[in-house]
């Protein structure tokens, strides 16, 4: 893949400008890079491969569904497949997906900033990505793992027999990419902002990043550090986690769930982020409550960490202890509705333009929506001793991570990719992918709601029949989903040679990644930009901006 | 903060440094000092303040902490407010773990 | 807040500014606020294995009690004694590189580096011991006192072995870091107006030393508190 | 396809269920006017607005407080009132009714057994009678594992380290399923089976069938074959506790502190012995971790719970040390 890309982008007609594509060639050019843009295409180029692995998985999984008996692969394959779709997919595609993708690229623009703080480091933490992830890969090779995505122990620790120190080794790793990342943004955000780019000018998806940052910086050590134990437990054979050593199973899934559910929002609030900017440069307008929404970010944040054990109500903790986590969890859907509704409200009296990222954020309200409030139902303690570990779960976070961050990713793809590659991609075939990726997302996770609830445990190769039509609902959705993916995958590499040429300003935006030259220049910006206007005033910024194309 | 922009110049005079260094090793032998005397439940908390003391001077002095940006302060307090609350609500459940429920 | 960078227009020449910075003020200030935010995750890294340990010196007193009589308080303490005189020369390297003097700082990085081999030769001595008892944990774990509570004292020695040997190894880097940031000095890179590199390091450090003021209390004093015969 | 037939929503089989199901419906009804609602807000106020060349620029709105008040307050309330409710399902589900009949259950990769008070022991299925409570005392053999009755809505995880406690109370005669939800392995999705729920006389006559002899009867042979009773006598001339009313009483420890003797308490008695010393006896009774396995313990436990009787807490004569 890496080579593809390469390729690709030399035959980009070179600009009238230099930019940052054409500055240098070279495979070596592009791995010894320091540009933030340039590290932002590496990771958009591995993970793209890791979704498509890991979709695979899915695909495989869905295949196997379609009958009740488990008959197109053997049960220990089946476990291994769904332990890799879960780890690849959150650990190697959409935790950095949009944080290292799209914030790597735009967020320094957005500051007004000739790079990220610490190039260097940047670089570095797409390397260790890199090494996770080919560790990852060789154990996909070896022979796979079959823990599940959480490794809970003793299973991991005294009784799986599959290659789990290879695997806990690589999320190790890509954990400290993570932090890289978080810490990089952090600094930038703080110390890099333009002259008079003050923080309520700041565009919400610099608000949305900062959050993430810091749930990366404050949970994912947690997460380190527990797999170092695990993995000790492994190597060894001490009881840390083995009740039969004296450990105790339920101190793994505490520190395991104090990272993995704050992890959530590392993976959604990107995706919020780059809602409330589509949603402005879409109806070219100020977002609604504009402080409430950049607030509720760091509110997500915060009350994000005080929620992990809703993961473990009928695991044996306390019960007293699961009403406060049952009680707090109510307190983050809060800042998640304020967001919802201001961006509902924004579009009213907005001039709102139907195209693909609006589409793909359109779709991401409502089914985040969904996914939301079934975790609502969850989130209550007597209703989860139902449908924890059934299907109805799988339900709530696909229709979160799926119809709400990976939506949400491909909008901001979709919105940037102009202004990355210099190209217009198709429209109308984007249209179309981004319409069978609803209709496909919605037949492949809402049968599993009902399937959850009657009662069909998660994880599970083979299944009472009287589950089946709704598996085989759900299969066909994936299909269909499938086709949808792919798509974009097609018209986006096609538009790198065949796509119109994009101007500055393709979507009459504000923002200032929207001032500089599509592709960007080498830093960014031909000189340093002062920002006197307040974030999303188009009335101002377009004054200031002179003249855009396509308005 | 107005002084960023040259590179702040406030170099800790030498007496200070001292006095630190002298209240670390006094705390040291403290601390080994108070766990050779048996005072009941009271020797952990003993411990763990000297131990938290000390680190306080370190940050304070050694860390310029004293002298840093209000930024800074922001970091490290949040840091420890983060560890708090994993502390805290881990502990919730493995205190009252075994209550009876009526 | 208002820190906002501006323009400032002198400076902009020094060989150590890097591009993406407008002035050595700013490259200063990202530098420090970016190891003090590193710094915050490895408190939590830290904490999270700590909390681990917490959680079962509350279920298993007794065999922390009879582990924490296996440790060699006198080693450690010297131990803490060594660390805190590095933390104090490591300031002080800080402070001469402010002011300038390439010779003290110098001096006062080697002794750094001394003091912490120092500490590391120590705890090499205390493994050994360790490890002829029979306490690393795993296979050839030994121990005969009270065969019940044996699977418990190993579970506190994986935390003992676990925690020092992440200090240890933060020691290491420590000191291999050291040893660049002399290299540096050497080739008289500081000065008055650029010396963040040394001040970084020495934020490092100091972390690393804060480590150990706590884990000397944890691993070789409270676990035997209150206790043993009541 | 001769598919035709398919369930949309579980079979409601016990007293919870159809309290589990109300809190379900209300989340249903109100969650689902909310998404349809803002669904239905995005396409209106998309396909109002869009852009025409009238409408090329937004018209700036000022927003009012009193929205985002209301937004954040009502829902709030909402979520507020939702909370209680699943709290005080969860409590009650905690809370076994006083005239449970008490079943054992031990999972083990990858099967679960089951063990009546009267002795018979069944693996993957489990006969109960109907509208009564059944209370069921678990623990694992490996890994966690955890039991579901989904017709019950009832499950919990049960775990290798101690003993859950379960309970439920079937309403309706007939076959429902039991999955194992934790996942515990190759064959996860074969730790199945079925529960039996019986009329209370067709239990009884099942119960006759071949056994042998009740739970507590061969904990009773265990405690003889483990020579625990070469310690815990009858009377109080042994070295160790009698153990007769041990069960539920509060137990005064050596070093003052007290717990109540339940199912965990008594188990961590027999495994680790020296956890907890009893007050005026020394740390002299060896561990039998390793030696007796899940259903051992579980026959010993039953023998333990059925010593009835007043608590007599004598130390012996001489204290050993
Ligand atoms: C990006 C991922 C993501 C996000 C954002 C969330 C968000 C939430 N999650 Fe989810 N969750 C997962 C991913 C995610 N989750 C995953 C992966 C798992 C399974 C892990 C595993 O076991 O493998 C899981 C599991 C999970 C569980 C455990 C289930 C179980 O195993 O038993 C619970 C329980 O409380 C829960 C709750 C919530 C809640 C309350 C939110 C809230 O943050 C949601 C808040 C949002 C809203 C509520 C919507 C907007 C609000 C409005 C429009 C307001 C109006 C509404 C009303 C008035 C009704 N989630
Ligand atoms: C970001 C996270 C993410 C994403 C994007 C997805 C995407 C999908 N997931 Fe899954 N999923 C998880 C995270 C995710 N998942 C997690 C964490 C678990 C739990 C694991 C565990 O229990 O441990 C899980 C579990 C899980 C299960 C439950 C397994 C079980 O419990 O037994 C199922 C079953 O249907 C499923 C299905 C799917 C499907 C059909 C998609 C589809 O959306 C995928 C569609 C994508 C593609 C198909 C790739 C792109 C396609 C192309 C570019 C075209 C070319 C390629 C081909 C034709 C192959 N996922
Ligand atoms: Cu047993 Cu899953
Ligand atoms: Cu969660």
Redesign the interface.
């Known amino acids: 893949m890496t080579s593809v890309t390469y390729h690709d982008v030399q035959f980009l007609e070179p600009a009238k400008t230099r930019n940052y594509l054409n500055v240098d060639y070279g495979a070596l050019s592009w791995l010894l890079t320091k540009d933030h843009k340039r590290i932002g295409i590496l990771y958009m180029v591995s993970i793209s491969v890791m979704f498509i692995l890991g979709g695979f998985f899915a695909l495989m999984m869905r295949l196997e569904l379609l009958t009740p008996e ?1 008959d197109l692969l053997t ?2 394959t089946y ?1 291994k497949f769904f332990t890799l779709h879960g780890i690849i997919m959150i650990f190697f595609f959409l935790i950095p997906s949009i944080p290292a993708v799209l914030g790597n690229f735009i967020l320094p623009i957005q500051l007004g ?7 260097r ?1 940047n670089l570095l933490s797409w390397y260790l990505y890199m090494i996770g992830a080919f560790t990852g890969l060789l154990v996909v090779i070896i022979g796979g793992v ?3 995505w959480t490794f ?1 122990t ?2 991991s620790t ?3 027999n599959t290659h789990v120190i290879g695997t806990t080794f690589g999320a190790f790793i890509v954990g400290f990419s993570s ?1 890289l990342t978080g ?2 943004f ?3 955000i ?4 333009a ?5 309520y000018r700041l565009p919400l998806f610099v608000w949305a990043m900062y959050a993430t940052s810091l749930v990366q ?6 997460l ?3 797999l ?2 695990l993995m ?1 437990e492994r190597f ?5 986690f083995d ?9 793994f899934q ?2 395991f769930w ?1 990272y993995s559910h704050p992890a959530v929002y590392i993976m959604i609030l990107p995706a919020m982020g780059v809602a409330s900017e589509v949603v402005a440069a879409f ?4 977002i ?2 504009y402080t ?1 929404v950049a607030y509720s970010s760091l509110a997500i944040a915060f009350l994000g ?2 929620v ?2 809703h993961h473990m ?15 707090l969890s ?1 307190f983050v ?2 800042p998640s ?2 967001k ?3 961006w ?2 924004t ?8 195209q693909t990222p ?1 589409l793909y954020i ?1 779709g991401f ?2 089914l985040f ?2 996914g939301g ?2 975790g ?2 969850l ?8 449908v ?3 299907y109805f779960v799988v339900a709530h976070f696909h229709y979160i991570m799926v119809g709400g961050a990976v939506m949400g990713y491909f909008a901001g793809l979709h919105y940037w990719w102009p202004k990355i590659t210099g190209r217009m991609y198709p429209e109308w075939w984007a249209r179309l992918g981004a319409l069978l990726v609803f209709v496909g997302f919605n037949l492949t996770f809402f049968p599993q709601f ?1 399937l959850g ?3 069909m ?8 029949p ?5 598996n ?1 609902m759900s299969t066909a959705g994936a299909s269909i989903l499938a086709v949808g993916y792919m798509l974009p995958l097609v018209y986006l590499l096609w538009s790198l040679r065949f796509g119109r040429k994009a101007g500055t300003n393709p979507w009459g935006a504000v923002g200032l990644e929207w001032t500089t030259s599509s592709p960007p220049p080498k ?1 960014n910006f031909h000189e ?1 930009p002062v920002v006197t206007w307040e974030a999303y005033d ?2 101002a910024m ?1 004054k200031a901006m002179g003249e855009t194309q396509n ?1 | 903060m107005a002084d960023i922009h040259e590179a702040p110049h406030d170099v800790t005079p030498l007496p200070t440094y001292f006095f630190v260094f002298i209240a670390l090793a006094a705390g040291t032998l403290l601390t080994w000092y108070a766990s050779t005397i048996n005072l009941g439940w009271a020797n952990t908390p003993i411990a763990l303040f000297i131990a938290t003391t000390k680190a306080v001077l370190v940050i304070l002095f050694f860390m310029h902490v004293i002298h840093s940006t209000r ?1 800074t302060w922001v970091v490290i307090i ?2 420890f407010v ?1 560890l708090g ?2 502390f805290v ?2 502990f ?8 009876a ?1 009526d | ?1 208002s ?5 400032a227009d002198e400076h902009v020449h020094h060989p150590f500014l ?4 407008e002035d050595l003020g ?1 490259q200063h ?2 530098s420090t ?2 190891m003090w ?2 710094l ?3 408190i ?6 700590l ?2 340990y917490w ?2 010196r509350t ?2 007193p007794e ?1 922390w009690a009879l582990a924490g009589e296996q440790q060699n308080t006198l080693a450690g303490g010297i131990n803490t004694l060594v660390l805190i005189t590095s933390s104090l020369t490591m300031a002080l390297a800080v402070r001469t590189a402010q002011l300038g003097s390439r010779r003290a700082t110098l001096v006062f990085l080697f002794a750094t580096m001394l003091f912490g081999a120092t500490f590391l030769g120590i705890k090499a001595y205390e493994y050994n011991a360790h490890w002829h008892e029979g306490l690393f ?3 050839h ?1 030994t121990w005969h006192e009270n065969p019940e509570l044996a ?2 004292v ?2 506190f020695m ?1 935390f003992y072995w ?1 925690m020092t040997g ?1 200090h240890a190894l933060h020691m290491v880097i420590g000191v291999g870091l050291l040893v660049w940031i002399i290299s540096r000095a050497w080739r008289s890179h500081f000065g008055p107006e650029y010396y963040s590199p040394v001040e970084v390091m020495g934020l490092y450090w100091h972390f690393v030393d804060i480590v150990w003021i706590f884990l000397f209390p944890f691993l070789y004093l409270i676990p035997h508190f209150g206790v043993l015969h009541g | 396809m001769m ?1 035709t037939d ?5 079979e409601q089989a016990s007293t ?1 269920a159809k ?2 199901d109300a ?2 419906i209300m ?1 249903t009804i109100v ?1 689902g006017a ?2 349809v609602l ?2 239905t ?3 209106v ?3 109002m ?3 025409r060349p009238d ?7 000022e ?1 009012p407080k009193i ?2 008040a209301t ?2 307050v009502v ?2 309330i909402f ?2 009132a ?2 209680v ?10 809370r076994v009714p006083d005239n449970a009949l008490d079943i054992y259950a031990t999972g083990k ?1 990858w099967m679960w057994k089951f063990q009546h008070p009267t002795g018979q022991r069944e693996i993957d299925e489990l006969h109960v009678p109907v509208n009564r409570p059944i209370r069921i005392t678990m623990a694992s053999e ?3 594992h ?1 039991l ?1 009755f ?2 019950f ?5 049960v ?4 003993y ?1 406690i379960m309970w439920f109370q079937a309403t309706k005669v007939g076959r429902f ?1 039991i ?12 730790m ?1 089976g079925w529960v039996d729920v019986m009329q209370p006389t067709d239990y009884q006559k099942w119960l006759a069938g071949g056994s042998e002899g009740s739970l507590a009867s061969q904990g009773q042979a265990l405690f003889q074959k483990y020579a625990c009773n070469t310690c815990h006598t009858e009377d109080a001339t042994g070295r160790g506790p009698v153990l007769l009313g041990l069960y539920g009483s509060t137990v005064t420890l050596a070093n003052n502190a007290t717990v109540v003797a339940d199912e965990n308490y008594i188990r961590e008695s027999i495994l680790s012995p020296q956890a907890k010393i009893v007050k005026g006896f020394g740390p002299i009774m060896p561990t039998f971790q390793g030696q007796v396995n899940e259903d051992d313990l579980l026959k010993l436990l039953a023998y333990v719970r059925s010593l009835a009787g007043p608590r007599t807490t004598t130390p012996p004569k001489e204290p050993k040390s």
């Open positions: 488990g049960s220990d476990n900033a000739k790079d990220l703080a610490f190039p480091i079959d823990t599940g809970y003793p299973f005294q009784y799986s932090i810490l990089n952090i600094v930038t703080h110390r890099m902002r002259p008079g780019l003050t923080w910086l404050l949970a994912t050590p947690i380190a550090i527990t170092v134990m000790i060894i054979h001490v009881g840390i009740p039969a050593l004296g450990g105790d199973p339920l101190l505490h520190m104090f109806t070219r307008k100020k609604f409550g409430f960490f005080l992990w054990a109500f009928v695991a044996g903790i306390s019960v007293y202890s699961a009403m406060i986590f049952s009680f109510y859907a809060v509705a304020i919802v509704f201001n509902t409200a579009l009213y009296k907005g001039s709102v333009s139907w609006m359109l309200i409502g929506t969904m409030v079934t609502l139902f989130a209550a303690l007597g209703l989860d001793v139902h924890t570990d059934t009902i609830y009657l009662g445990p998660r994880r599970y190769h083979a299944y009472a009287e589950f089946q039509v709704l085989v830093d340093t188009y009335p377009l308005v | 930024l949040a840091s983060w609350m994993l609500l881990t919730a459940d493995y205190l009252t773990r075994f209550w429920i | 807040m820190d906002v960078t501006v323009h890097q591009h993406q910075f700013q200030e990202a606020l970016g935010v590193f915050a995750t490895e939590l890294f830290f904490g999270g294995v909390m681990a959680i079962y279920i298993y065999a944990p795993g296979s774990f699977p418990k190993q579970l994986v676990g992440l | 598919l398919f369930p949309l929503f579980p919870v309290q589990t809190l379900f989340l969650c909310v998404s803002i669904f807000m995005i396409f106020l998309a396909i607005y869009r852009r409408n090329e620029l937004a018209q700036e709105e927003a929205l985002e937004w954040i829902p709030f979520f507020m939702t909370f409710w699943g709290s005080w399902l969860y409590f009650r589900l905690a990769q490996d890994v966690i955890s579901f989904p017709s809505r009832v499950k919990a995880d775990l290798p380290s101690r859950r399923h999955f194992c939800t934790e996942y515990c392995g190759t064959l996860h999705s074969g199945i």
